[in-house]
């Protein structure tokens, strides 16, 4: 019971001094028949050594990407982090703090989601940024819902090939709206309707391939609906050029200083104009003076949220990702502008590697020749996707995401090496058919 | 430059400029972009070979990043850091947020590589030992609330709201019960409440709780047949037990029973559930579903506001309809649910399985507790806040009867008196360095101070809160109210403007 | 007779033929504190009596203004959102919606100067 500091006398002390005996006499108040008979029917406390044996156990079943060459990505990226992350975040005084209710003892806090904000619309070519969400394809369901507020509109346009799961989230949150739901269109000028609250395009779209939004912008002005870009690999824009002209860019930034952690925590963005600040969901830090005139900085705009407006709040968003925050924030403030494009330069280039060494396999083909990091391919007929995956796991290969049938998307971060191409490429040729 | 010459009085103003406001420990730090642009980054890459770009767009321009080096960096952070208060330095009796130790042990585990480098999407094959890890989870959780339907994607508090509710949305449509849209929620519940409720599509009908503190029976009575006889238009109620005035709700058995005669569901908000743990199960009170901060009860670091973890429990008659995936076990292998596999299902609410790494801090800490601890924890707990109650209770107006559960709720009444308010007595707080209780909330009394000592503060420390509130009471009492307007004057800054943050809006650094 | 009517949601409505300006008086104004934002309707919008047609924000709270008479917002007060200063009881500036009326008797019910001073006495 190492994390219990009360001794017996203390207990005992404080009870007298309640007018108690027993700590039942607390409990009063609840139904008999809530109480748990005993104990619960669960093993007792351990203590470090035997709790640390049984972790690392699980942790031995898995196969983890230091084991392995691996070429998986599908929204969730394999990078470096460097040192200085893992050990800033660990700092107690960012660690186990809570949301900054209390600006005087929470600068720390607030200053780096700040630094965060603006680290978010410089990247997205944005006005405003709020300080985070919980993952990319919440952050697109909640940029839909806010472009659904904006023009009092209740369909949503799926411009592009955009990331499935996102699309299944989305189809959640707009169950429940009255009218609402989401629609596939290609670029043309009836894909918007006049009921069409935005256009949702991802960049890279899902198979990896970069967009502009030129053509997309005129149409939606001439209806009047919004445009939302999607990002989920967002070093690419380290080299692509920014989605400036969007309405809203959300999407999800793990891949700066977040590691892949089975699926999350991760951390969404969400960035947009200035004019749209207060349909904003989450919460946003903003910069002020104390009284002494000094800068500081606060939690802002708080009159959309939860707290204050209840069920006529933007969002029940109540938290952001402040420690994922963070690790962005330390991970980009190394990388500076010089890095941060030099990344996404060796993630290409690692990509433009790959894409020659797999398309050199007989039957092979990509199915989109621009890319950042990320490409399709198609196998030759008669293979199976996931089994050709499956195959390739068991020889220490993680391959890629079967994206159908006979579709593996594939991904080259910075990590890759020449080794590791040259061993995908044998690995397929032994187990292709 | 720094001019080597000797300092003349014409220079010596602009000089301390440049020494900024740094004095002993107290660091001013500036802005990233403020500093002065290294010609390298903080990061060693390899050289770019040249290779002919394949993106098919343009290449990007200049972005307007900073750059420094990585000892400007670690500096930077670290000396931001010194200004944040936290659980690791102090007493945070923050109520309603359940700021307890948070054990260094559930970090190291979690970065275990086998835990903290797989993918999501790897094959199942390759992440056995992470899905049992879920799987345990489901299982310590379903034990400890007797509720059997667990699903663990949920990223919040608040999400798990919204998937508890979408939850029973979905069981009532599966039933064609589309004449219930209306959601019971007392005044006293959390924000987080109606806005959930709004956002499934029900219209909120509050349950007023003033008098008492708690949803008396008459009460809800009036609220759930207020429209139809039977209380037929109702899809349920969303109570949080013990609720945000740290009471627990006395008449939740008669409440559960005529609510459930009505056909609606009883959704318990689990922010609270640190005062039951271990030693009262949710299902055993009429639960349907519930969701359980894991960053809460089960100890997982707020880190600043996030990120937080919010599984959620059903009864098994909800069991059908939670959001996908859930963890199954099918012989000694385990996996995720297919897509298609449960059509029941009210949908998917995150990308792929949730906060994973919250899930392995949780079961860490679940299983250093073990059953005989988490009920301590609960009772410790519980303890700790009668405690304070009891000691503060002829300084500080308590606004209900007691006994209280793992939180004491206290009002400004006799201070508003002599003209100080609760934020005055928070500021109070953080002058004698400590970080003040929950403010204005619940919004059913006036001046609201909710304080959640946890079961992780000895009576040493609780000791010390005690003394420094009746310190403030006595200087409060006797007149001497002044200073209390300036506090804090010893934090990193002084009181913020907030009307200004507000009204002039500068939410990022920009170059002037 | 003056045609300037109070409600004990303290708005002020000024009636001109079939239109009703509404505002918010000086004791809602002092109890809202500083405000930092003002949420306008769209023109054209119907609204019943005791809807919420605009939103007044301070700092840490939003309240709602809700009309005393039903009808179509024919006019807002855009010059308001630049300068919330000028949110105050004056008839002539400080008004926030104009309302074109369906019935005239719900204004003609609702308190004079004089009992709605009587009215605000008695909170204080």
């Known amino acids: 019971m190492r994390y219990l500091p009360q001794t017996k006398a203390a207990r005992k002390e404080m ?30 406390h351990k203590g470090e050594l035997e709790i640390e044996r049984i972790m690392t156990s699980y942790a031995n079943e898995n196969n983890h990407a230091q084991q392995n060459r691996f070429f998986l990505g599908a929204g969730v990226y394999y990078h470096h982090i460097p040192a200085s992350v893992d050990y800033i975040i660990q700092r107690s ?58 023009t009092k509109r209740s369909k949503v346009c799926l411009g592009n090939n955009i990331h499935p799961q996102y699309n299944e989230v989305l189809e959640t949150y707009l169950r429940n709206n009255e009218g609402a739901e989401s629609y596939e269109a290609n670029e043309s000028t009836d894909a918007v309707q006049d009921d069409t609250a935005c256009v949702i395009i991802q960049s890279p779209d899902f198979f990896g391939k970069p967009h502009v939004y030129d053509a997309w912008r005129k149409i939606c002005d001439e209806k009047g609906a919004l445009l939302v870009v999607v990002i989920n690999e967002i070093v690419s824009l380290g ?51 104390d009284a002494d005139g000094n800068r500081g900085f606060v939690l802002t705009l708080s009159t959309r949220e939860q707290h204050i407006r209840r069920e006529k709040a933007t969002s029940n968003i109540c938290t952001n990702q402040g420690l994922c925050a963070l690790a962005f924030t330390v991970h980009m403030s190394l990388l500076g502008e010089d890095g941060f494009k030099q990344l996404a330069t060796l993630n290409h280039e690692a990509a433009c590697k790959l894409a020659d060494a797999v398309e050199s396999i007989k039957g092979v083909k990509l199915v989109n020749d621009t890319f950042f990091n990320e490409f399709a391919i198609e196998l030759p007929e008669g293979n199976n996707a996931n089994d050709v995956v499956q195959a390739l796991a068991d020889k220490n290969i993680i391959a890629g995401y079967p994206a159908n049938e006979n579709t593996i998307l594939l991904t080259a971060t910075e990590i890759v090496t020449d080794n590791g191409i040259n061993a995908l490429v044998e690995g397929f040729k032994e187990v292709l058919k | 430059m720094t001019n080597p010459a000797p300092l003349n009085d014409n220079e010596l103003e602009s000089v301390m400029e440049i020494n900024d406001r740094t004095r002993g420990l107290n660091y001013d730090e500036n802005l990233l972009w403020e500093k002065e642009h290294n010609d390298t980054a903080g990061v060693d890459l390899v050289p770019i070979a040249g290779t002919k770009s394949r993106t098919g767009v343009a290449q990007r321009g200049n972005i307007g990043l900073p750059q420094v080096s990585e000892p400007e960096v670690v500096r930077h952070f670290v000396r931001l850091s010194t200004k944040n208060y936290s659980i690791d330095s102090g007493f945070f009796p923050l109520g309603s947020c359940t700021m307890k130790h948070n054990p260094r042990l559930n970090e190291k585990v979690a970065r275990l590589p086998g835990l903290s480098m797989i ?62 849209t209306i959601m019971l929620v007392p005044d006293s519940a959390h924000g987080t409440n109606p806005a ?30 207020a429209t139809d006889p039977k209380g037929d238009d109702i899809a349920g109620m969303m109570v949080t037990n013990p609720n945000t005035c740290g009471l627990f709700e006395t008449d939740i058995a008669d409440v559960v029973d005529l609510l459930h005669e009505a056909g609606g569901y009883f959704y318990c908000d689990g922010a609270n559930f640190n005062a039951l743990v271990g030693k009262i199960r949710p299902g055993d009170f009429g639960v349907d579903v519930m969701h359980i901060n894991l960053h809460k009860t089960f100890s997982t670091p707020h880190g600043g506001g996030g990120p937080g973890s919010g599984p959620i429990c059903v009864a098994e008659t909800l069991r059908p309809y939670i959001p996908t995936p859930i963890v199954v076990k099918e012989g000694d292998k385990y996996r995720f649910e297919r897509d298609g596999e449960r059509e029941t299902s009210c949908g998917r609410l995150k990308g792929y399985q949730g906060q994973f790494g919250m899930h392995v801090r949780a079961l860490s800490y679940m299983l250093s507790h073990g059953a005989d601890g988490l009920k301590q924890v609960s009772e410790d707990a519980v303890l700790n806040a009668n405690y304070i109650s009891a000691m503060l209770k002829d300084d500080y107006h308590a606004p209900f009867e007691g006994p209280c559960m793992h939180e004491a709720l206290f009002t400004e009444k006799y201070q508003a008196e002599k003209g100080v308010t609760t934020l005055d007595v928070a500021k109070a707080l953080i002058e004698y360095g400590m970080h003040p209780m929950t403010v204005y909330f619940p919004l059913v009394v006036n001046g609201a101070m909710l304080v959640e000592p946890t079961e992780t503060e000895g009576k040493d420390e609780l000791d010390r809160f005690i003394n420094v509130m009746k310190k403030i009471a006595y200087d409060v009492r006797s007149g001497d109210t002044e200073k209390f307007h300036d506090y804090p004057q010893a934090a990193p800054v002084k009181r913020l403007d907030e009307l200004k943050a507000a009204r002039e809006p500068k939410l990022r650094w920009q170059s002037v | 007779m003056s045609n300037v009517k109070y409600t004990n949601d303290h708005e002020w409505i000024k009636v001109e033929g079939d239109t009703a300006a509404v505002g918010i008086t000086t004791y809602a104004r002092h109890a809202l504190g500083d405000l930092v934002f003002l949420e306008l309707p769209e023109t054209g919008r119907q609204i019943k009596k005791g809807d919420d047609f605009a939103v007044v924000e301070s700092v840490k709270a939003a309240s709602e203004i809700y009309t005393p008479v039903s009808g179509e917002i024919v006019e807002i007060n ?32 609702l308190m004079d100067k004089q009992a709605y001073d009587a009215f605000v006495a008695g909170l204080e």
Not at chain 1, 21 to 39: C, I, M, N, R
Not at chain 3, 93 to 102: F, Y
Request: hydrophobic share 40%; with cysteine.
């Open chain 1, 239 to 289: 080299m692509l050029p920014p989605p400036a002209d969007a309405d809203i860019v959300c999407g999800e930034a793990q891949s700066i200083g977040v590691p892949m952690g089975f699926g999350g925590p991760h951390l969404g963005f969400f960035a947009c104009r200035q004019k749209y600040i207060r349909q904003m969901p989450g919460r946003v830090c903003g910069e002020t003076v």
């Open chain 2, 119 to 180: 993918h999501p999407l790897q094959p199942e094959s390759t992440v056995q030992g992470a899905i049992k890890i879920m799987y345990e989870l489901q299982n310590w959780l379903a034990e400890l609330t007797n509720l059997p339907g667990i699903c663990l994607t949920p990223a919040a508090g608040a999400h798990g709201e919204l998937a508890g509710v979408m939850t029973i949305r979905r069981a009532h449509d599966a039933k064609g019960h589309t004449q219930k």
């Open chain 1, 15 to 44: 009870m007298d001094a309640i007018g108690i005996d027993h700590v039942d006499e607390l409990f009063v108040q609840v139904p008999k028949k809530a109480f748990v008979d005993g104990k619960c029917d669960l093993p007792d």
């Open chain 3, 78 to 109: 855009e010059a308001l959102q630049d300068d919330l200063e000028g949110l105050k009881e004056d008839i002539d500036t400080g008004w926030i919606v104009k309302i074109k009326m369906n019935n005239a008797e719900e204004a003609a019910s």
């Open chain 2, 196 to 225: 959930t409720a709004k956002m499934c599509g029900y219209d909120i009908r509050v349950i007023p709780t003033k008098e008492t503190g708690r949803v008396t029976v008459e009460a809800f009575k009036e609220a759930l047949y």
């Open chain 1, 93 to 150: 005084e960012f660690l186990t703090a809570y949301t900054p209710y209390q600006p005087e003892i929470a600068q720390g806090t607030l200053q780096y989601l700040f630094e965060f904000q603006t680290f978010i619309a410089q990247i997205t070519g944005q006005e405003v940024a709020n300080a985070s969400l919980y993952d990319g394809a919440t952050s697109m369901a909640e940029a839909a819902l806010m472009a659904m507020r904006i």
